[in-house]
C-alpha cells in the first residue's frame, strides 16, 4: 500500500491565484482530512470529510474548498491564494476500526508571493 | 485555536537519558495521541491512550493521563539520537472522535 500520497510537493503561487492540493489514499479509509502548518506551530484543521459526499469545515476554513466524490480522494482548492496561505499542508486519512489514529501524507510546502 | 499547550517548547538531552513531555488540553476528551514530526516529514503515530485509561506503553514509550488535571505526559526512555524530532499531542473530543486537535509541540534534540 502507498497509503497516503499528495501531490506536489512544493508549489509557488502568485497572489489571486488558485489552484488544487491533491490527496489520496489506498487504505480504505472513510474520514479524510486536510491541515496546514505553520513555523514553530502545530497542525490546524482546514477541512475534513467523514465519508464520500460528505464534508465539514474545521478551525481555519476560510480561503479553502473540499469536496470529496470518491473514499480515495480528498482534493483541497485553494479559491485565490494570499500570502498567509504560505504553509506546509498535510492530507490525513483515518479508518474505523482501531483507535483512530490517522495516518499523513509527506506534506506539500506552498509559498504565496 | 489550539487544543493543547506542550512543554517544554523544546528539550535537549544526551543519548542514553530520559525525556518526558508534558501536554495540557482545554475540554473533555475521547482519547489523546502523540505524533512525531521528523524534520520537513509528515506526522506518524505513536501512542493513543483513551479517556478510560491512565497509563500505556510502547516500547521505550510511556504515556500517562490525569483527566483531573487535563494533561497528559510522554516519556521516551533510553534515547536515542534518532528520536530527535518534534513530538505533537492530540485530542479528540467527546463529539467527534475523529476530528484531531493539535498541541503546539516539543521539539527535542538528543545530542549523541
Known amino acids: 500500500n502507498a497509503g497516503v500520497t499528495q501531490t506536489p510537493k512544493f508549489q509557488v503561487l502568485k497572489t489571486g491565484q488558485s489552484m488544487t492540493l491533491q490527496c489520496a489514499q489506498d487504505?480504505?479509509?472513510?474520514?479524510m482530512s486536510w491541515y496546514r502548518q505553520d513555523p514553530g506551530m502545530g497542525l490546524r484543521l482546514i477541512h475534513y470529510s467523514v465519508g464520500a459526499g460528505i464534508t465539514d469545515q474545521g478551525e481555519v476554513p476560510n480561503g479553502y474548498n473540499v469536496s470529496r466524490s470518491t473514499t480515495e480522494d480528498f482534493p483541497l482548492r485553494l479559491l485565490s491564494a494570499a500570502p498567509s496561505q504560505t504553509s506546509v499542508y498535510f492530507c490525513?486519512?483515518?479508518?474505523?476500526?482501531?483507535?483512530?489514529?490517522?495516518?499523513f501524507g509527506p506534506g506539500t510546502r506552498l509559498t504565496v508571493t | 485555536s489550539q487544543q493543547g499547550e506542550e512543554d517544554p517548547q523544546a528539550l535537549s538531552i544526551q543519548e542514553g537519558e530520559n525525556a518526558t513531555m508534558n501536554c495540557s488540553y482545554k475540554t473533555s476528551i475521547n482519547n489523546l495521541q502523540w505524533y512525531r514530526q521528523n524534520s520537513g516529514r509528515g506526522l506518524v503515530h505513536l501512542i493513543l491512550?483513551?479517556?478510560?485509561?491512565r497509563e500505556k506503553h510502547s516500547g521505550r514509550l510511556r504515556v500517562t493521563l490525569d483527566t483531573s488535571k487535563k494533561s497528559s505526559s510522554l516519556l521516551i526512555t533510553a534515547s536515542r539520537a534518532a528520536d530527535t524530532a518534534s513530538y505533537f499531542c492530540a485530542t479528540t473530543d467527546m463529539d467527534s472522535s475523529y476530528k484531531l486537535i493539535f498541541g503546539s509541540g516539543t521539539r527535542l534534540l538528543v545530542r549523541p
Open positions: 487504505m480504505n479509509h472513510e474520514y
Open positions: 490525513a486519512s483515518s479508518g474505523r476500526t482501531g483507535g483512530r489514529e490517522q495516518y
Open positions: 491512550i483513551r479517556s478510560n485509561e
